[in-house]
């Protein structure tokens, strides 16, 4: 070990690798993810192929420390003649893969969140959402189900499976899906997306958290919440069913909140209606990494059937 002055400056010397070596996987999988968003079509076009540039240009200076010494001249062929073959793609895709540090400084959880927000940038990096993009989005979804429960997977799960439900992407639901995506991929950088219209496009919209697709909803010992209007109970009864069967009703949202339930009067369970403070709450509560689930009223009942059929067998 190095000779050190004090404890202090081995610890200071130890916490600067360690952010460096944690930003440079973070750089990694999220070129990683653009790449992947970029051609989650199977077709990348100049537009796309200029948030590669992007990603290029804000770590070129690198270009002396490990990894980017090997990875940045590769990019910078790749690029060269504004074209981005699948082969030039490969080579990077295999670098990314091959230079991540050798000390584990994410999980694979949050290793593949950061993957995810990469994703969701590359497809909304020429300003144009297809539904051949969402398909393929879905199908990243699909191969990553272990990143349920964990934010903002399920918020782009619901929504991506709300937009394609008739198969067509509309200009609305486009303008809707830039607004949503840009929550998680860092699109300040960029020379395409207009980061002042998609601000505006929030603040007209109201965005806010939707409810989990198909959550698995445990009942014994866990802390319900709901909000809204429900056409099958009060909210008294609501929280007499939740108590009679091992759980626990709050009127307020908390970091010990297991689920908050969504009424099904009132506002569809989309992304952008404004429920109000309570699902606020939720969502800041799962982007601090808290892993409290929204769920529509539906999901609820449909458990509580099959939890109370469960258990009458068994008796």
């Known amino acids: 070990m190095e000779q050190y002055e004090s404890v202090k400056d081995y610890d200071s010397m130890y916490f600067r690798q360690y952010t460096l070596n944690a930003e440079t996987d973070k750089a990694l999988h999220t070129l990683e993810g653009i790449l992947r968003g970029i051609a989650i079509d199977q077709s990348i076009n100049i537009s796309e192929i200029q948030e590669v540039v992007n990603w290029y240009e804000k770590y070129r200076d690198l270009v002396y420390a490990h990894p980017f010494s090997e990875l940045i001249p590769v990019i910078a062929n790749a690029i060269s003649d504004g074209i981005l073959e699948q082969s030039e793609m490969a080579d990077i895709l295999w670098l990314c893969n091959n230079f991540r540090t050798t000390r584990v400084f994410y999980d694979v959880v949050t290793s593949d969140i950061q993957k995810l927000e990469g994703v969701l940038h590359g497809i909304i990096s020429d300003n144009v959402i297809t539904a051949e993009e969402m398909l393929g989005l ?42 949503f995506f840009s929550e998680f991929a860092d699109i300040r950088s960029s020379e395409i997306i207009n980061v002042a219209d998609i601000q505006r496009v929030k603040a007209e919209i109201n965005i806010h958290g939707i409810c989990s697709t198909c959550p698995e909803i445990v009942f014994p010992n866990k802390i319900f919440c709901f909000t809204g209007t429900s056409s099958k109970t009060t909210r008294q009864g609501f929280a007499n069913i939740v108590t009679s069967i091992g759980a626990r009703f709050v009127n307020n949202v908390t970091q010990e909140t297991n689920y908050l339930v969504i009424g099904n009067e009132g506002n569809p369970c989309w992304a952008f209606s404004c429920y109000g403070r309570k699902v606020e709450q939720a969502v800041n509560l799962r982007k601090s990494g808290l892993g409290i689930l929204i769920i529509h009223e539906h999901d609820f009942w449909d458990a509580l059937e099959d939890y109370t059929a469960c258990n009458t067998i068994r008796e």
């Open 138 to 179: 879905k199908a990243w979804l699909n191969e990553n189900e272990h990143l349920a429960k964990t934010y903002p997977y399920d918020e782009v799960y619901s929504i991506a499976l709300a937009v394609m439900a008739d198969g067509v992407v509309s200009e609305q639901e486009q303008t809707m899906l830039k607004a």
